[in-house]
């Protein structure tokens, strides 16, 4: 079990880094405002279903390939950028919604729950961050460091479910809001598809420092 004292330090420094937006939060949010909080909510299960493979990985030593393959990480990085600019595109090609119609149609939430964690799977930032965030919380007197590591990770799973799931709300009901006005009707999949290329494009920029 990781220390107590570390551990609580742990907690205050994982919500301050959960509270700051980054690109998880940035889909989860486009997701909620183009189909409202429940999709929102599910693209955070999504999220965090990848989040676990990370912490896994990072208990087992793996993510340490893409800390020291310059291909790895090119690989995996450019997989998931092509990922987030092909959902771009999707959306871009999406029917007009019928100005008639209180809602647009939506996407199915297995869709939702599915690009939500290849897109946190394909992050090789989030592989790097959990290598170099979670080791510095752990003791070796405090017994087997992959416990220790799993346990803190866990943990920042739970804190980001919650927050993320905050975030999600909040965009949800903001989307609710705009959906009752037609012409954000017609604007809104300009924004989802521009917010995921410019994920996309981000996420090719990367590097790994």
Do not use: C
């Not at 310059?70 to 450019?78: I, N, P, Q, R």
């Amino acid at each position: 079990m990781p220390d107590p004292a570390l551990w609580g330090l742990f907690v205050v420094a994982s919500v301050v880094l959960l509270l700051t937006p980054g690109p998880a939060v940035l889909y989860i949010v486009a997701r909620s405002v183009e189909q409202g909080r429940k999709a929102g909510l599910v693209s955070v299960l999504g999220i965090h279903l990848g989040t676990i493979v990370h912490i896994t990985a990072a208990a087992v030593g793996l993510s340490a390939l893409l800390v020291s393959s310059a291909l790895a990480f090119a690989v995996v990085k450019y997989l998931g950028a092509a990922y987030l600019i092909w959902i771009g595109i999707r959306t871009f090609m999406a029917k007009d919604p019928d100005p008639e119609a209180p809602r647009i149609p939506a996407a199915p939430l297995r869709r939702v729950f599915r690009d939500g964690f290849v897109v946190n799977l394909l992050n090789p930032k989030t592989a790097i961050f959990f290598l170099a965030f979670l080791p510095q919380f752990v003791r070796p007197e405090r017994g087997a460091l992959h416990w220790q590591i799993l346990i803190l990770g866990l943990t920042f799973m739970g804190l980001g479910i919650m927050s993320d799931g905050m975030f999600a709300l909040a965009a949800g009901t903001a989307g609710d809001f705009l959906r009752r006005n037609r012409r954000f009707l017609r604007i809104q999949r300009w924004f989802a598809g521009t917010s995921f290329i410019g994920l996309g494009i981000t996420a090719a920029l990367a590097t790994r420092k």
